[in-house]
């Protein structure tokens, strides 16, 4: 990565304090500036040695940076590109880590300057864990990042990113930011919400016997609840019809079960039992799964 000396990570929480450490790792040689608003996170940021340099200054932390990846909530990226707009050199290139792309893309447009370069990134990668304390240098091995275009994104920042995900061991793939959305509503966002419901739906009696696929179901009703009530506020029309098609096979179990369909019953399951066997075989094949 010759053409970047500086890249500065906004955000320590768990996914940029593992990027932080992913590039002391790999790209020797590169600064890693890190920030964060909080305090508290700046001084754990320092004892875990997460990055080159913490800082108290967002202006600060971008003056010199080549690269910029903004790792907080969503909806703090409108204002964190006002912040940041007026300090960031001619050619750095703006990314982030959020799972809706739309909006961003817009904000940048709206908000950073022309002589910078915006791509969004978003690295399928994560846990329901949250704080840099749970940071982790391999978090991206062997994983996805999606880059999001549009007809005006600087053809030379994709490659840029393309070479910084790659090194971190991402296998890196492009998407309008549209179509991005439409799909990770139903695949990420989706079934947190399924998850959610699944929780909701029991008393905490009850709970206590769960049994570990209770567990693995619902485990990611764990995330942060303020990281994901901006990705679906962020992303709402896709959210909502995914929700109702989530109710449609929901209700069409429902029908077979009030009426003892039992050929009906086994037929849905079947379905599900066989695209479920399919997805496995196709991520095993891709070595995004261990058979």
Not at 73 to 96: K, R
Not at 246 to 268: G, H, R, T, V, Y
Request: positive net charge; proline residues 3%; glycine residues 6%.
């Amino acid at each position: 990565m010759r053409d970047l000396k500086q890249i500065t990570v906004i955000g320590l929480g768990l996914l940029g304090g593992s990027i932080t450490l992913a590039i002391l790792r790999t790209f020797s040689g590169v600064k890693v500036v890190g920030y964060t608003h909080r305090p508290s996170t700046r001084k754990k940021a320092r004892q875990l040695a997460v990055a080159t340099e913490i800082v108290d200054n967002i202006e600060k932390s971008v003056s010199d940076a080549d690269l910029v990846i903004l790792a907080t909530p969503i909806c703090t990226f409108e204002q964190i590109f006002c912040e940041i707009a007026h300090s960031l050199p001619t050619g750095c290139v703006i990314t982030d880590v959020g799972s809706t792309k739309v909006l961003p893309h817009r904000w940048a447009a709206k908000k950073l300057p022309k002589h910078v370069h915006y791509v969004g990134s978003h690295p399928i990668a994560g846990s329901e864990q949250r704080g840099i304390e749970f940071a982790r240098d391999d978090l991206f091995e062997q994983t996805t990042c999606i880059l999001t275009t549009t007809k005006n994104t600087n053809h030379k920042a994709v490659q840029t990113l393309k070479r910084f995900w790659s090194g971190l061991g991402c296998s890196v793939k492009l998407m309008k930011p549209a179509e991005h959305d439409r799909i990770f509503a139903n695949i990420s966002h989706l079934p947190h919400m399924v998850a959610m419901a699944l929780i909701n739906a029991n008393n905490n009696e009850d709970l206590k016997f769960a049994g570990k696929g209770f567990m693995d179901t619902s485990r990611i009703a764990s995330g942060p609840a303020n990281i994901w009530a901006d990705v679906l506020l962020t992303n709402a029309g896709n959210t909502t019809i995914g929700i109702d098609k989530i109710i449609a096979e929901l209700e069409k179990m429902k029908k077979a079960i009030k009426e003892k369909n039992k050929k009906q019953i086994e037929n849905l399951l079947e379905k599900a039992r066989f695209k479920r066997s399919a997805l496995i075989k196709y991520k095993i094949k891709k070595k995004e799964l261990i058979s």
